[in-house]
């Protein structure tokens, strides 16, 4: 991952700090952001603080992690983006030791261009610093916002397959774009 933030026109993108548990209790509390993610908002804070201690985990392990979103003017937190190592036990659509893109945003960030702005970051961070040659993703059917950043910074729809978690089932794409 960068040695420090990346900044793009109007957002900073940084590492996760348990500072921002308010930020991700917010996002993650919020039925809307979990809509497309099993309907499974958070409902206390001590979840926040452990979400952001996996993050923290993965970026010491893996090198690679979700990133906060921070915007630029206001230093307010938006969400988090970034590149995440999927490992064999975490596959998708049968995928593993590969790099997926993610995002998610507080709903009054959304449709303003800001996923997409980080999104783009991150696919020019993966090919042009981690020197990457496949990059993926995968976004709900229903979810055409997320469908729509993903394809706008470059990912194909290569697929479909059903995403089971726990007790989620989701039918989602399975997104690629490779250099």
Not at 128 to 143: C, G, T
């Amino acid at each position: 991952m960068p040695n420090q933030p990346i900044e793009t026109e109007r957002l900073i993108l940084r590492e996760v700090l348990t500072t921002d548990v308010e930020g991700m209790f917010e996002l993650d509390s919020n039925p809307e952001v979990h809509k497309y993610l099993g309907n499974k908002p958070i409902t206390k804070k001590e979840q926040a603080v452990k979400g952001i201690e996996f993050l923290q985990q993965q970026y010491k392990e893996r090198g690679t992690a979700r990133w906060a979103v921070v915007h630029k003017e206001t230093n307010e937190f938006m969400g988090w983006s970034g590149i995440k190592y999927i490992t064999e036990g975490e596959q998708m659509n049968g995928v593993y030791n590969v790099y997926e893109l993610g995002y998610r945003f507080m709903p009054k960030f959304w449709g303003k261009g800001y996923a997409t702005e980080a999104a783009q970051a991150w696919v020019d961070y993966a090919f042009n610093e981690m020197k990457i040659k496949s990059f993926y993703a995968a976004a709900d059917v229903p979810n055409k916002g997320s469908v729509n950043v993903l394809q706008k910074v470059g990912f194909k729809i290569t697929g479909e397959f059903l995403f089971e978690f726990e007790d989620i089932k989701e039918q989602c794409y399975w997104l690629e774009q490779h250099r």
